[in-house]
C-alpha cells in the first residue's frame, strides 16, 4: 500500500534528493505552527485553457490512482509549501563509495495572514519571511545539505515556471502572502556496489 504523506512504499527509505526534502517536509511544521500542509516535490500539470494555450499547474500526488492535489493561491490547501527542483542536476563522481547531486531548488510558502496571526489587519511579511528563515537555517540535515542563495515576493516570480493569471486575480492581495526561496539542495549516498 502507497504511503501518501511520503510518497514511496511503506517501509522503503527516502534517497538522494528525496532524502533531503523528506526532512525539511517533517520539519516545517513543528517549528511553523502555522503551516497547514508541508508537500514534497511538485509535479508540472499541464491543463489546456478555454483558448487552447497551456496552462501549467503545480500539483502534488495524493498517492490515490492518478490524483494530484493543486498547489495554486485559490487551492484549498491553507498554508502550505512545496519544493521544485530546477534541471539540470549535477551529478558528483569523485568519490567511487559515494554519488552525489546536485540542483537548483524552489521551496514555495503561500499563506493566509489571518490564520498566522489570529487578526484581520495584521500583514507583516517580514515577520513570516523571517519565521521561515529561521526554521530553514535551524535544521539539521543527514546526507545533504540546502543552502538559501534568493528569495522573491512577487506572485510572478513566487510561481515563476506555472502559470497563474495575478492580473485578473490579484493572489497577493490581503489576507494572502507568498514566498519563493531559491538555492541549491545536495545529496550524496554511498554506493551499493
Request: glycine share 8%.
Amino acid at each position: 500500500m502507497y504511503d501518501n504523506a511520503t510518497g514511496r512504499l511503506p517501509g522503503t527509505q527516502p534517497e538522494l534528493f528525496d532524502t533531503v526534502i523528506e526532512q525539511v517536509r517533517q520539519r516545517l511544521p513543528e517549528v511553523l505552527p502555522w503551516l497547514d500542509a508541508a508537500h514534497g516535490r511538485a509535479e508540472r500539470i499541464v491543463k489546456y485553457d478555454h483558448s487552447g494555450r497551456r496552462v501549467y499547474q503545480p500539483a502534488a500526488y495524493t498517492g490515490n490512482g492518478n490524483d494530484y492535489v493543486l498547489l495554486t493561491p485559490d487551492s484549498s490547501e491553507g498554508n502550505f509549501c512545496f519544493f521544485w527542483i530546477a534541471d539540470p542536476q549535477q551529478a558528483d563522481w569523485g568519490d567511487r563509495s559515494q554519488v552525489g547531486v546536485s540542483a537548483r531548488y524552489s521551496l514555495i510558502f503561500w499563506w493566509n495572514y489571518r490564520r498566522i496571526y489570529q487578526s484581520c489587519g495584521i500583514r507583516d511579511r517580514e515577520a513570516v519571511k523571517r519565521q521561515i528563515l529561521d526554521a530553514l537555517r535551524g535544521l539539521t540535515l543527514r546526507r545533504g545539505r540546502l543552502t538559501v542563495t534568493r528569495l522573491y515576493e512577487l506572485a510572478e516570480n513566487i510561481y515563476q515556471g506555472f502559470t497563474l493569471d495575478e492580473v485578473d486575480n490579484q493572489f497577493l492581495m490581503h489576507p494572502y502572502g507568498g514566498l519563493r526561496v531559491d538555492g541549491e539542495i545536495y545529496a550524496v549516498e554511498n554506493c551499493l556496489m
